[in-house]
């Protein structure tokens, strides 16, 4: 029986392949067997057309070749010139020439037309080609996938022959059609499991997706879920999922499922919270292993390096094995990928990746090591017992003194300064039992400390002072310091106040913590600022060992002469900053908190000369502080008695033969001191040198004379002193530099200093005192090259001035201190410089206004003088001569006639005379103008006879010489403003403008002249220059003001 199938197609229509997608070939029930899987995929045909009632299998050689012809291009140009030369033909007149031209014109119109070919299969037609409309063509003719190749083939391209000049064949690769429901790029495959062939279950390597599948959610806000697929949509590329767990059906993208196991989904199905399941197993299993990680790892967080440990280079490609074993301290390690580590040479290496260390155990028992593997890792403690054979260690955890037994790769030796913390922690805890905790380190050891009560502090201190004196580590005597300096605050806020909060019962506490020591000492109810400065570093030289505890020492014994100087009152203050200077250019942070404490306790009784080594530190430019620091270190060295032996026999010398020999013998002598005061040579530059020399340094001593080198190994020797030398050197920049920095940070401590002293109350009166030094240093900083910091800070210091509120000093001091500032600012160019200048002159200015508000008469006539010669010469700042007119105008108004005839005096230059009316501004206001004070009235009438004429004379001199455009700007502004505010009995002192006004407007270049201060004018009055011209001439016109 025959059963077949009749499909009319649309006439005219072209028949389309329409392939159905793998996911729709693939599609069938998941139900039917999976053995017969790769059966019924043999079987699957996909069905291409249907043709006469019969379905035709994919038959590709009976398609027909589409072709989409060129579209022809009118080119009305060449059209017309054929026209024109056609025309010639037919009336005879064509020539030659033209003949030849008229045939090349048809001769490219034949060529295109012969490209337009047609095919026995079939060609299609535009709608250009067909004279038919847009609208009206028939897209359905031509398929989407052979779209490019009808265009090729009506550009005259052909299947199997080449393309362009050349005949380059090039073959053809079909495009693969991107799958339904997704972009540009997307792949059409569902992701299996991979964790269900891990467990040996095969049944979903080749399982497609279909009605009936397993799968797992992932990548949607149902990630995670398990469910059974109900239904496929094939032209959404989705598939509908019933949901194990909520009993619900949702529709997913099919490219956001994964087909799982049925072992899998039995099993995982139903689990609520799996994820957080998997995580907890996870830890689990990590807390049984106690070795760390494999170095091996990729990932960047499992690292087991720390800060402060010796570890093995063991990477033999960095630097070409130069590190290959060495071994190194590492300085920071934020993730195994970029580790920081410095080698013995000092030398820092950055990006070092933690594959390339292993651990270090130390050989001596008792050493410091860091457990770095297992469940303790972080933790410290000290080597019991090392076996070489086994690579195991045991170790007493420090804190909680468990003893515990480590491979060589769970320890690695420590060498950090905070081992001490637990012992001190141990402390702390039996004098306060409210302190827990263990994880501990140094920094907050200090925090400790200065919670705790008086009482519990001294216990404490003195238990820490027998400590440090039984041990060798500084890092304790570090500690030590940090300790003191958490009970001495000093709260500042700079230019407002400043104090410190140490009660009487803290020195009492620190004196009898000295006491403790030295029991010569007597009790103290309340010890002064120098018992508690002697107290504290006496109790500091016994922390130290060494020449550092020498040091304090010393210092301990000057403190104790202050205190004796301060009951005589025969002190000094000056010795005592430079005792507070020398304790703050140390290296160690709590230096800072003891020398603020006791300097803050001083500035009530300091005059300005005992700052006078702050200020000379803060000039002194950082190459000679370093070679000062140099000299100071060189200043104290003992005379050698071999020196004084020979000064004695020159001093005892009788006769001449004598005195020869006893001068030939101190020759010698001093050629001996000379060598023995020769700066040691460095050890490993020595060592370097003899490598280098080789032989010739061994036989230096000998008298034979060396052989002679060949070429090559004379440049190995030059190779090997060049390596040397540079080595030595490299390492004297790199002390030098850290050198030059630590002489910056205690520069910039000193200004802190004056900082401290400005923000006392009891400083305020050494202002005007600092105003010079600093000007001069901000002066002398712009010329030195990378002094920007201290030109800032300088700057800073004299803001903090000029902002201070009104202070009242003696005349005699503002007047020394204008003399002064006038002397260091001349000649000064530099704008901020400047105004921090008008700034202080407003200061001093205001000093001298007395509760009346009246300034001082001696002040007053400086500031005139300085006006004067700000006008006449080019020696005063313009900022200090004329920044008091500008911020105090109402006690300075009987300057304003003398304003007046330097702003219209043509002697004067011309920007001195546009300064001069911008201080006028300030004195125009109508509340002085119109004051009804009889001397401000006498003022104004005056300023009235002055103006008018001068202005008269200034509009004259705008049209007859070359014309000022801010000059004129100014002047306009300042008489249209005076003569707005101006009193009507003054207003006939004004009127003689009006003819000049009149003249100045009939000029022929009236128009190129106002064009020409239009920008000036318009910035300074907000108008044209012609209207202000004319505003002004009908406030003066006799006419309009009659009316």
């Given at each position: 029986m025959k059963i077949s199938f009749g499909v009319k197609s649309q006439p005219k229509t072209a028949v389309v392949q329409n392939p159905t997608s793998t996911f729709s070939q693939l599609h069938q029930h998941a139900s039917d067997s999976e053995d017969n899987d790769e059966e019924q995929e043999v079987k699957k045909r996909g069905i291409n057309l249907f043709e006469n009632g019969a379905a035709a299998l994919g038959d590709e050689e009976n398609k027909p070749k589409l072709v989409i012809p060129m579209v022809k291009k009118t080119d009305w140009k060449t059209q017309r010139q054929i026209e024109m030369l056609k025309k010639q033909e037919e009336e005879g007149t064509i020539t030659e020439?033209?003949?030849?031209?008229?045939?090349?014109?048809?001769?490219?119109?034949?060529?295109?037309?012969?490209?337009?070919?047609?095919?026995?299969?079939?060609?299609?037609?535009?709608?250009?080609?067909?004279?038919?409309?847009?609208?009206?063509?028939?897209?359905?003719?031509?398929?989407?996938?052979?779209?490019?190749?009808?265009?090729?083939?009506?550009?005259?391209?052909?299947?199997?022959?080449?393309?362009?000049?050349?005949?380059?064949?090039?073959?053809?690769?079909?495009p693969m059609p991107r799958p339904k429901g997704l972009g540009l790029g997307a792949v059409p495959k569902v992701k299996n499991n991979?964790?269900?062939?891990?467990?040996?279950?095969?049944?979903?390597?080749?399982?497609?997706?279909?009605?009936?599948?397993?799968?797992?959610?992932?990548?949607?806000?149902?990630?995670?879920?398990?469910?059974?697929?109900?239904?496929?949509?094939?032209?959404?590329?989705?598939?509908?999922?019933?949901?194990?767990?909520?009993?619900?059906?949702?529709?997913?993208?099919?490219?956001?499922?994964?087909?799982?196991?049925?072992?899998?989904?039995?099993?995982?199905?139903?689990?609520?919270?799996?994820?957080?399941?998997?995580?907890?197993?996870?830890?689990?299993?990590?807390?049984?292993?106690?070795?760390?990680?494999?170095?091996?790892?990729?990932?960047?967080?499992?690292?087991?390096?720390?800060?402060?440990?010796?570890?093995?280079?063991?990477?033999?490609?960095?630097?070409?094995?130069?590190?290959?074993?060495?071994?190194?301290?590492v300085l920071d390690a934020p993730d195994s990928r970029h580790c920081t580590l410095e080698d013995e040479d000092g030398r820092k290496h950055y990006d070092i990746r933690e594959s390339w260390l292993e651990t270090i155990i130390p050989r001596k028992e008792g050493s410091k090591v860091m457990i770095v593997g297992g469940k303790r890792r972080g933790k410290l403690a000290v080597l019991e017992e090392r076996d070489v054979d086994r690579e195991r260690i045991k170790v007493r955890v420090l804190g909680t003194d468990e003893v515990v037994k480590l491979s060589f790769d769970d320890a690695c030796e420590y060498v950090g300064r905070y081992i001490m913390a637990t012992e001190l922690l141990k402390l702390f805890k039996k004098i306060n039992k409210k302190i827990s905790g263990d994880d501990w380190n140094m920094k907050k050891v200090g925090k400790v400390f200065s919670s705790l009560k008086a009482a519990d502090q001294q216990k404490a201190l003195i238990q820490m002072t027998s400590i440090c004196e039984q041990s060798e580590d500084e890092g304790l005597a570090i500690t030590y310091g940090n300790c003191i300096a958490s009970v001495l605050p000093t709260e500042a806020r700079p230019g407002k106040k400043v104090h410190t909060e140490v009660p009487v019962e803290t020195r009492v506490m620190l004196w009898e913590t000295l006491r403790s020591v030295d029991e010569t000492k007597k009790a103290k109810k309340n010890p002064t600022v120098f018992d508690t400065l002697y107290a504290i570093l006496f109790l500091l030289s016994k922390?130290?060992?060494?020449?550092?505890?020498?040091?304090?020492?010393?210092?301990?014994?000057?403190?104790?002469?202050?205190?004796?100087?301060?009951?005589?009152?025969?002190?000094?203050?000056?010795?005592?900053?430079?005792?507070?200077?020398?304790?703050?250019?140390?290296?160690?942070?709590?230096?800072?908190?003891?020398?603020?404490?006791?300097?803050?306790?001083?500035?009530?009784?300091?005059?300005?000369?005992?700052?006078?080594?702050?200020?000379?530190?803060?000039?002194?430019p950082d190459e000679e502080m370093m070679k000062s620091a140099d000299d100071e270190d060189d200043e104290f060295e003992p005379i050698d008695d071999e020196e004084a032996d020979g000064e004695d026999e020159g001093d005892e010398a009788e006769d001449e033969e004598e005195s020869e020999e006893e001068d030939e013998e101190e020759m010698e002598v001093d050629d001996d001191d000379e060598e023995g005061d020769e700066t040691p040579a460095d050890p490993k530059l020595l060592e370097n040198l003899k490598k280098a020399l080789g032989e010739a340094a061994d036989n230096s001593d000998d008298d034979e004379e060396p052989e002679d080198l060949d070429d090559e190994a004379m440049l190995k020797m030059d190779d090997m002193l060049a390596n040397a030398f540079r080595e030595h050197f490299a390492k004297t920049r790199k002390s030098q530099k850290e050198n030059l920095e630590h002489i910056r940070q205690f520069r910039m401590k000193c200004f802190d200093l004056v900082v401290l002293v400005l923000s006392h109350e009891k400083g305020r009166s050494l202002a005007p005192d600092l105003i010079e030094p600093f000007v001069a240093l901000s002066k002398e900083t712009l010329k030195r090259p990378n002094s920007e910091s201290v030109f800032n800070r300088a700057k800073d210091v004299l803001d903090l001035i000029s902002n201070m509120r009104k202070l009242s000093l003696p005349e005699k001091q503002i007047l020394n201190t204008i003399k002064r500032l006038d002397e260091v600012s001349s000649g000064m160019t530099n704008p901020a410089m400047k105004d921090m200048i008008a700034g202080l002159s407003s200061l001093l200015f205001s000093a001298s206004i007395d509760s009346e508000g009246k300034p001082s008469t001696a002040v007053k006539k400086a500031y005139e003088k300085l006006l004067d010669s700000y006008m006449k010469g080019d020696k005063v700042l313009s900022e200090l001569a004329t920044a008091p007119y500008l911020k105090y105008p109402t006690v300075l108004v009987s300057f304003v006639p003398k304003l007046v005839e330097y702003?219209?005096?043509?002697?004067?230059?011309?920007?001195?005379?546009?300064?001069?009316?911008?201080?006028?501004?300030?004195?125009?206001?109508?509340?002085?103008?119109?004051?009804?004070?009889?001397?401000?009235?006498?003022?104004?009438?005056?300023?009235?006879?002055?103006?008018?004429?001068?202005?008269?004379?200034?509009?004259?001199?705008?049209?007859?010489?070359?014309?000022?455009?801010?000059?004129?700007?100014?002047?306009?502004?300042?008489?249209?403003?005076?003569?707005?505010?101006?009193?009507?009995?003054?207003?006939?002192?004004?009127?003689?403008?009006?003819?000049?006004?009149?003249?100045?407007?009939?000029?022929?270049?009236?128009?190129?002249?106002?064009?020409?201060?239009?920008?000036?004018?318009?910035?300074?009055?907000?108008?044209?220059?012609?209207?202000?011209?004319?505003?002004?001439?009908?406030?003066?016109?006799?006419?309009?003001?009659?009316?």
């Open positions: 020439e033209n003949k030849a031209r008229l045939a090349l014109l048809r001769e490219s119109i034949g060529e295109a037309e012969e490209t337009e070919e047609s095919t026995q299969n079939g060609t299609i037609e535009t709608a250009a080609a067909a004279g038919e409309n847009a609208e009206d063509a028939d897209y359905s003719k031509m398929p989407i996938d052979g779209f490019g190749l009808a265009m090729l083939r009506g550009m005259g391209w052909k299947d199997g022959e080449g393309m362009g000049k050349q005949k380059v064949k090039v073959d053809y690769k079909p991979t964790s269900v062939a891990k467990n040996g279950d095969k049944g979903t390597k080749d399982k497609q997706l279909g009605v009936g599948s397993l799968v797992k959610i992932v990548g949607t806000s149902n990630n995670g879920k398990y469910g059974k697929v109900e239904g496929v949509d094939e032209e959404n590329a989705s598939v509908f999922v019933n949901l194990v767990l909520v009993k619900n059906t949702v529709r997913v993208s099919q490219y956001a499922v994964q087909l799982v196991s049925k072992e899998e989904y039995e099993k995982d199905s139903k689990c609520i919270n799996k994820k957080a399941y998997d995580s907890a197993r996870t830890d689990t299993e990590c807390d049984k292993k106690t070795s760390r990680p494999s170095s091996s790892s990729s990932s960047p967080t499992t690292e087991w390096v720390q800060r402060s440990l010796r570890v093995r280079f063991i990477d033999k490609k960095y630097e070409d094995r130069r590190y290959y074993k060495t071994k190194m301290v922390a130290w060992k060494g020449a550092t505890a020498v040091q304090y020492k010393s210092d301990a014994e000057e403190a104790a002469v202050f205190i004796e100087g301060q009951k005589s009152g025969e002190l000094d203050l000056a010795i005592v900053v430079d005792l507070l200077m020398s304790l703050l250019s140390r290296h160690h942070k709590y230096h800072k908190a003891i020398v603020y404490f006791a300097f803050v306790e001083l500035i009530p009784q300091m005059q300005v000369e005992h700052l006078k080594h702050i200020l000379e530190t803060i000039s002194m702003a219209y005096d043509t002697n004067v230059k011309v920007f001195k005379r546009t300064e001069a009316l911008t201080c006028l501004q300030v004195f125009l206001r109508k509340d002085l103008i119109c004051s009804k004070d009889e001397a401000t009235k006498k003022i104004f009438a005056k300023v009235a006879k002055l103006l008018g004429p001068r202005f008269t004379a200034f509009i004259k001199e705008c049209g007859t010489q070359e014309m000022k455009p801010r000059l004129f700007a100014f002047a306009l502004k300042t008489f249209l403003t005076f003569a707005k505010n101006i009193p009507n009995e003054l207003l006939g002192e004004l009127l003689t403008v009006a003819p000049a006004i009149e003249e100045f407007i009939k000029l022929d270049d009236f128009d190129k002249r106002m064009k020409k201060a239009d920008k000036a004018v318009m910035a300074v009055c907000g108008k044209k220059p012609v209207t202000i011209v004319k505003q002004i001439h009908s406030l003066v016109d006799v006419e309009e003001v009659e009316e």
